[in-house]
């Protein structure tokens, strides 16, 4: 069984985004960025599928600038074996996105998809469903759970209030919540090993995919500050303090 991972490059969970001084997006100039949290753990749910002997090959594709290779390189030291690198500049939209991962998807014909839920850049969480919806494909999202058995996907799904099991028929897309796995650092030894796995250099025009913006961003803006907390000395001032503000 072949698996596709794709995987995002974004700024890295720890740094602290910073707004343009225009308000146009986030700036990302000599800012720390690294795989996308939830596509770690799809790979590592690819990986621990090839080390059961149920996946055969994983194949790890990135959609963005040339530095992209080496969110790839992250994912090829954790065991995936080969990459994709589709080359762009611009960062397209998630329909966009997804169209671009159909027509690889009709190149390679994995059988099973695993995205992350959501990249915590735009915290879209559409890619995945886009992709499901484009290749008519059922799909198990925020998935806590993969098991892979006669020719099904078995996926339990993070609901609210608690846990559902679906049975995909295969081909089919799985997205990740954060719960499946806990993704492993890639040792030293595969780094160096990584360092020969093949990535194939693609550009969006060998696709013939209209990546077009349909969204204009209006403009993007610091969260409010939030206000100092009080220490109080007891519940009664705490009670105090609260009806004098009027919140009870
Ligand atoms: P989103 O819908 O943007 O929240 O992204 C959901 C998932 O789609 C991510 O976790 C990735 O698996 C995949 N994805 C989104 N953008 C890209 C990209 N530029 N390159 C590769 N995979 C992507």
Do not use: C, H
Not at 34 to 52: G, H, Q, T, Y
Not at 61 to 87: C, N, W
Not at 89 to 109: G, N, Q, Y
């Amino acid at each position: 069984m072949k698996v596709l991972v794709p995987v995002k490059r974004v700024i890295d969970y720890n740094v602290k985004a910073r707004v343009k001084p225009d308000q146009s997006g986030v700036d990302l100039a000599n800012v720390k960025m690294s795989m996308n949290p939830f596509d770690e753990i799809s790979v590592e749910e690819a990986v621990r599928l090839k080390e059961a002997g149920t996946a055969t090959e994983i194949v790890v594709v990135s959609i963005g600038p040339q530095q992209a290779q080496e969110t790839l390189r992250t994912a090829l030291a954790m065991g995936a074996d080969r990459g994709i690198l589709i080359k762009t500049d611009t960062m397209p939209e998630p329909l966009a996105i997804a169209k671009l991962l159909k027509a690889v998807v009709d190149e390679e014909s994995p059988e099973l998809v695993i995205l992350g839920k959501q990249a915590i850049d735009d915290d879209s969480n559409q890619t995945g469903q886009m992709l499901g919806a484009l290749l008519d494909w059922p799909q198990g999202t925020f998935a806590s759970k993969v098991e892979i058995a006669d020719g099904k996907a078995n996926v339990t799904r993070e609901v609210d209030g608690g846990l559902q099991t679906v049975a995909l028929d295969m081909p089919a897309i799985v997205t990740t919540d954060l719960r499946l796995n806990e993704p492993r650092y890639a040792s030293l030894p595969n780094i160096m090993k990584a360092k020969k796995k093949p990535i194939d250099m693609k550009e969006i025009g060998d696709y013939g995919v209209d990546v077009s913006p349909r969204l204009t961003v209006v403009k993007v803006t610091e969260p409010p500050v939030r206000e100092a907390g009080e220490k109080v000395e007891d519940v009664d001032a705490l009670i105090s303090k609260l009806k004098a503000k009027g919140a009870i």
